[in-house]
C-alpha cells in the first residue's frame, strides 16, 4: 500500500547486545543529524511559498538552522571513518563527500561563520558590525498581520544576518549572487549528507538484527 506504516524494529534481546556497541551509537548519532536535517528541509518546503511574515521568518530561519546542523552533522561524519570505512557505502558516500573540495570549502567558510556567529551562538559583534555598515533602502525592524504574536517577524535582526553572511560584497548585485549561491551550495550540501546517511544507515542495518515490518492498519 503506498500509505503504509513500515517498522524497522528488533526484539529486546536483540537490542540487549548492542547496548555496549560503540558502532551503533555512532548510528544513533547520525541519524539524529538526518532527522535535524530533514526537520529544516520539511520547513523550508512548508513556507517556500508563503509570503506572510510568519512564512518569510520560518521560511529563512529553517535554512539557518539546516546550516548549523550541516555544521555539526559534518563533524558526527568525521567519526565514521574509524568505524566503517572498509565498507563500499562509506567509501562512496562520506568518503568522497567529505574530501571534495567544494564540501570543504563551504565547511570553513560560509558554514562555519554561520554556525559560529549567528544559528548556534548568537554573537552581538554581528549587530555590532553591521550596524555600522547596513545599509538598505529603509529599515523595517518588525512586521505582524493580526494580533497573535506567533505570527510577529523581526524582520531587521535577520537581514543583518544575511548581511553579515555577504559582508565581503562590495555591490547589490554582487549581494545577492552571494546569497543565491550559498543558498545552493548549501541545498546541495544538505541532500548529498542525507543521502550519504541513508546509504550508510541502509547498509549497516541490512546486515544486522533489524527487519522491517508492515502495520498498513497503523491509522496513518
Not at 175 to 187: N, W
Amino acid at each position: 500500500m503506498e500509505n503504509s506504516y513500515q517498522e524497522i524494529r528488533t526484539s529486546k534481546g536483540e537490542f540487549d547486545k548492542l547496548r555496549s556497541d560503540r558502532r551503533f551509537a555512532k548510528l544513533l548519532n547520525l541519524a539524529r543529524v538526518v532527522n535535524a536535517i530533514y526537520f529544516c528541509f520539511h520547513s523550508l518546503l512548508e513556507y517556500s511559498g508563503d509570503t506572510t511574515p510568519a512564512g518569510q521568518r520560518q521560511h529563512l530561519n529553517a535554512f539557518f538552522f539546516s546550516t548549523g546542523a550541516l555544521y555539526e552533522g559534518l563533524v558526527v561524519a568525521d567519526s565514521l571513518e574509524k568505524y566503517f570505512g572498509d565498507r563500499e557505502s562509506y567509501q562512496n558516500g562520506f568518503g568522497k563527500f567529505l574530501n571534495d573540495p567544494a564540501t570543504q570549502e563551504l565547511r570553513r567558510t560560509t558554514l562555519k561563520r554561520m554556525r559560529n556567529k549567528f544559528v548556534f551562538h548568537y554573537d552581538e559583534d554581528v549587530a555590532k558590525k553591521l550596524l555600522k555598515l547596513l545599509d538598505l533602502k529603509s529599515y523595517v525592524f518588525a512586521t505582524n498581520i493580526g494580533s497573535k504574536r506567533k505570527g510577529t517577524y523581526y524582520n531587521l535582526a535577520d537581514e543583518v544576518a544575511i548581511n553579515y553572511l555577504v559582508k565581503d560584497s562590495v555591490s547589490k548585485e554582487e549581494e545577492d549572487l552571494t546569497i543565491r549561491q550559498a543558498f545552493k551550495s548549501i541545498g546541495d550540501a544538505l541532500s548529498s549528507y542525507v543521502v550519504c546517511a541513508d546509504q550508510l544507515l541502509g547498509d549497516v542495518l541490512s546486515e544486522g538484527p533489524w527487519k522491517i515490518h508492515d502495520a498498513p492498519d497503523a491509522g496513518l
